[in-house]
Every structure is written in C-alpha cells, then in structure tokens.
C-alpha cells in the first residue's frame, strides 16, 4: 500500500485488526502470535479503494467484456482463476458476512480432509466466513454452508453467535495451479493474480500476491519488459508460498496436520507462506 500511495486510503477504510491466528482441527488448537499486525478488509472495499486510485491516476474503466487480442499492446492479465472439471469432482468457495462478537484473530478450522473455514472480522465490525468444499460435498448439504458446521463443534459454535447478513456466495471451479512455468502467449502479455497462480487461501497471502503481482506487471508492461522476464520475477517470489501450500494440503488429507503442526515453529508458518517481496528501482 505504500509504494502504491494508498497507505492512508487503507486505513482510512477502517480494517479490523489482528495480532492472531487460531487453527482449530478435531483433535487440537493452537493459537499463534502474529509476527506484526494483519488487518481485515472486505474485498469490496478494498476493490473499489483500487478502482478509484487508477482512475485518479488517469485509468480510463470499462466495465464490459473487450477484446484483448490488441496488436502490439501491452495485456495485463487478471481474471482470476478457474477450470474444467467432472462435474461432482469440482472445488467451490464459498463467502458471507455475519454481524456478532469479533476478536483480534483469523480462525481457521480443518476438520475434514477436502474443506476448511475460515472466520476474520474486516471493516464496520463484519465478520466474514469463507471456506473451500468439493461440489459433492457442498451438495448433499443443499449448498448451504452453514450445514458443513454439524460435525464440528469449535465451528458451530463459533457460529452460533453470529447472524448472516448477506447471501452466500460461490465462486469456481477452482484449481491449485499456476502459470509460473507457461509461457505467455506473447511477449506484452503478463498475468497476475490468481490468473497467475492460485494457492489455498489459508496461507492469508493471496491478497500480497495479487497486489505485488498486479504492481509488478504494470511495472512491466510500462517498461516494455518481456513476459517471460517478470514471469521469472514472480516465480522467485511465488515459488515458495506454492509449494509450502501444497505440503499443508497434503498433511491435511493425510492427518499429519495436526502433528505436524506442534513439531513446526511459529516464524516457519509464516515465512514459508509469505511471498518474497523484492525491491524493485522502478
């Protein structure tokens, strides 16, 4: 937000604060000190905070479909991600925002092998709920999320005390993936964001992808600098969060998670899900 020249913008959105992260799982919970300060904001508000920046910046906005084919121009890419898949088989998210109690922590609760929930207070006192489920499992609940919490009692009751205000909304098909190999089909072409690549959301690091991702391609793509170069750029600092997501996914569905999780330190979870942020001159 700072070399963005929106540090006071931020803060001036009002974002809850917090100074820790709770993980629950069936047989243990573990509450971690974070390193400094994170902070809640809806991705509403943080959007259109964005949105009006480049427009005073001098953005022209175009909120329909174009035509990206544009010869000889530069194309930043961020449409997010999503895939093709067997019906049954696919993975959705899931999000709503709750008015009740808030607190000073992100609560993330893994309690069944293909999904997990997550509870964070953002601006204006909302809690928001988010989670990940496969579609199968997502449909003998009737697709409401609430019903995921029946087997596990730190998140019923954690949701117990919390009232939904908003409808729930589904996003996917999704897929841990990434294009940080790929080449890019031209050389103005540069993708950012989960467009880029897309690790489980528990790291709590998507957001500083997407931000440091989308910075450094407009850099890029101002500059005249190839695809494949700021692709290496992104894969230096991405690499890590990628893979230390996938290892937790893994010990998730093998049940070593909750093991694995007392034997590692507190600073590890945290450095190895956080992206490399390199200095860069321009």
Known sequence: MDQLGLAADFQA?????????????????????LPEDGWGLSRLAFDQMLLDAARRAGARVRQEKVDLSIDG????????????????????????????????????????????????????GAINVCGLAPEDLLKARGFHPEDLAAGFAPLQSRLGGLERQSAWM??????????????????????????LSFVDPFTGSGMLAAVFTGRRA???????????????????????????????????????????????PESWLFHWTRPVLKASGR
């Open 13 to 33: 959105a009002g974002p809850h604060r917090y100074r820790y992260v709770d993980l629950h799982f069936p047989r243990t919970h573990r509450r971690i000190r």
């Open 218 to 264: 407009g850099l890029s793509a101002a500059a005249g600098e190839d695809g494949a170069a700021y692709l290496r750029v992104a894969s230096a600092s991405l690499g890590g969060p990628r893979q230390t997501s996938g290892l937790v996914r893994w010990a998730v569905r093998s049940g070593l998670a909750e093991t694995l999780l007392h034997l590692t």
């Open 170 to 195: 589904f996003t996917g098909p999704l897929l841990f993936d990434s294009r940080l190999r790929q080449p890019p089909p031209s050389p103005r072409t540069y993708w950012a964001g989960d467009q």
């Open 73 to 124: 121009g530069a194309v930043v890419e961020a449409r997010g991600r999503r895939c093709h898949a067997a019906r049954g088989a696919r993975l959705f998210g899931f999000k709503a925002h709750f008015a009740g109690p808030v607190d000073d922590a992100v609560s993330l609760y893994f309690w069944d092998s293909s999904c997990y929930v997550g509870v964070n207070a953002v601006e204006g």
